[in-house]
């Protein structure tokens, strides 16, 4: 889909290329993250896609087009672009601001309005933000109008610098989180620019990791990339906690969840005392059919049935789908040292630590 | 005469009753010396601004030149353009006060034009250029309209600064409301009525026309309400 062929920008009195002979493809579909330290010509490789930068030598194609023979006004209204100070024009009301480049491409009236309305449910905004202007809004409320307007047209290809960047950790995590959601359905082949590889980690499909010059050190999954670091750069680049990367990118269902010491309510005190004895362990969790009611301690049974017991909960419940590391984090910090699988009150299993360690080792 | 004068109310109300059609010819005189002067400075203005957006070198020298003609006092202008243009007729008296009027708004007028385009904010700019504007049409839809409170200051000040210099072309026989002044002064008894329908009505008509000013901003900028301009 946008394919660069030894591309090198050399700006007016640098002594260096700033992008030197960079060569990358990205397939459609993809969400590649350039990631490198500031300085790095990441900014200056995306603004190059859309002609925002022209290079010195090199050549760019996006779709098929060699960007340099397209006028950059009509290059650039097919491809989105967000950027981290979002720039939405003040003196245009948010639904202006989202029919911007409808408008340019002359669509009907009725057609920008029903797309405008379409796009701000689809960024997760009220309808009746339309008529107010930009400086009425919060910074994340901007950013999310900041790529309604970029996805407007519908362009196959979404250009991103830094657009979360701006906005407070815990708006940046939630934007990032719709924008994945939003980026799955829509299938948009995006490029991505940010200086935060953990950003990288958690939404490329891929990512290219940039050294000074746009030297690309790395080109990989994430997964690929945190087990796998190409060189001494790219290791530093990621910095530690790899094997906690690694585990934030994978869901409890891809590793092994066992049953663990669990018995039905209805088993027999002998039946409990066996599955403590063989996990090794002196609590049982109690389940009801497939419903987990919660753990006893073995000195509370003394002899009891199982269904007079009061159980007591389990802290921390996680959902199949959530990441391994949360997994770790809900071990390390449960009294019963096991993280909980639960899915709309059905019981899946249980994760010890040595199944986590396993999942980052193997 | 002596005993008459003494007792002369300071305001003659008669006066004023007299002379209604002269006050209004000499507000529309007022008016149009005003109107012309800030019609032909703008244009000049505008040109100039283009000029110094498109080549920012060449601003310090625009705003050092206008710098200094808004430092020439007024009849110093009349004094260096007089001898030019003349001021025989009424014609060549007209343009000698007009290009004192005029350049005394440039310095005001380009210096907010220039910088109301220049304070559009960079991530506005590259947004327009990153949705497919061309830059003709990028300056017209996005960077002018931003300009506007900044430039409607400007046409503000220059406004009420050249309405009170527009009295002093009373000197060349012009003047507008500055005739009343200039002649209330003249006479062998200063006469304080004249005097103060012509600064009260200069004051009113600078007072009046700001306000418009603003009004008109306030219309045109609806999106800059409540952020303090």
Known sequence: MIRLDNVTKMFAGGTHPAVDGLSLAVGRGEFVVLVGPSGCGKTTTLKMINRLIEPTSGRIEVDGRDVMTVPPHELRRSIGYVIQQVGLFPHRTIGQNVATVPRLLGWEETRISDRVRELIELVGLEGSMLGRYPAELSGGQQQRVGVARALAADPPVLLMDEPFGAVDPIVRARLQDEFLELQSRLEKTVVFVTHDIDEAILLGSRIAILNVGAVLEQHDTPEGILAKPANGFVESFIGGERGLKRLALRAINQAGVSRGPVVDVTATTEEAAKVMGEHGVSWVGLLSGERLLGWVDGSEIEGRPLAELTPHEFLVSLRSDSSLRAALDAVVTSHARVAVVVDDGIYRGMLDLEAIAEEITE | ?229
């Open chain 2, 1 to 229: 005469m002596i005993l008459a004068q003494d007792t002369a109310p300071l305001f003659d109300w008669d006066w004023v009753g007299r002379n209604l059609d002269a006050i209004w010819e000499r507000t529309v005189e007022h008016l149009a010396l005003t109107g012309v002067a800030l019609t032909v400075g703008i244009m000049i203005a505008v040109v100039l601004s283009v000029v110094a957006l498109r080549r920012p070198r060449t601003y310090p020298t625009i705003t050092a030149a206008t710098g200094l003609l808004y430092t020439i006092p007024a009849l110093a202008v009349f004094a260096l353009v007089a001898p030019f243009v003349g001021i025989g007729t009424a014609t060549q008296r007209f343009i000698t006060a007009e290009i004192a009027l005029v350049s005394y708004t440039l310095l005001i007028l380009i210096r907010n034009i220039v910088t109301g385009i220049n304070e559009v904010p960079a991530g506005v700019r590259e947004a327009a250029m990153g949705m497919g504007y061309r830059d003709g049409e990028r300056v017209r839809q996005i960077e002018l309209p931003l300009a506007v409170p900044a430039v409607m200051a400007g046409i503000r000040i220059a406004t009420v600064t050249v309405i009170g210099l527009v009295t002093v072309t009373a000197l060349l026989g012009l003047g507008g409301l500055g005739f009343f002044i200039l002649d209330g002064l003249r006479r062998s008894i200063i006469f304080p009525t004249e005097i103060i329908v012509g600064v009260a009505l200069s004051v009113l008509l600078a007072a009046l026309i700001d306000l418009s000013l603003l009004g008109i901003g306030r219309v045109l900028t609806p999106w800059a309400r409540g952020r303090g301009t």
